[in-house]
Nanobody, 128 residues
Framework: QVQLVESGGGLVQAGGSLRLSCVVSGRTFSLYTMGWFRQAPGKEREFVAAISRGGGSTQYADSVKGRFTISRDNAKNTVTLQMNSLKPEDTAAYYC?????????????????????WGQGTQVIVSS
């Protein structure tokens, strides 16, 4: 059984930073492509960022490009989302997701339906 546990959410002022982490257990972490998604109240869940198995490829939503950075530490079974220059519109529940499949550049990693495993989410609130 694969488990994903997010942490690091909280309340921050606009312009501030937060660092989200997702720890994966149950199988070999390095086999997974990892993604971050978010869901604001009343809105659909949307793609934020993805990272390949070895960390060599990443992809970002246009709305976060240049502000957010996804990274992973395969020795610690952890994927991290560093969020800088936060805006009120970044307020959402943030979810990490895992797919036991190779990925490098195709847009499939931006689709919720592609991922097999999900965490419970961590809340991020950005005040203006």
């Amino acid at each position: 059984q694969v488990q994903l546990v997010e942490s690091g959410g909280g309340l921050v002022q606009a312009g501030g930073s937060l660092r989200l982490s997702c720890v994966v257990s149950g199988r070999t972490f390095s086999l997974y492509t990892m993604g971050w998604f978010r869901q604001a109240p009343g809105k659909e869940r949307e793609f934020v960022a993805a990272i390949s198995r070895g960390g060599g490829s990443t992809q970002y939503a246009d709305s976060v490009k240049g502000r957010f950075t996804i990274s992973r530490d395969n020795a610690k079974n952890t994927v991290t989302l560093q969020m800088n220059s936060l805006k009120p519109e970044d307020t959402a529940a943030y979810y990490c997701a895992a797919k036991d499949q190779y990925w490098q550049t195709s847009p499939r990693a931006t689709s919720m339906s592609w991922y097999d495993f999900w965490g419970q989410g961590t809340q991020v609130i950005v005040s203006s």
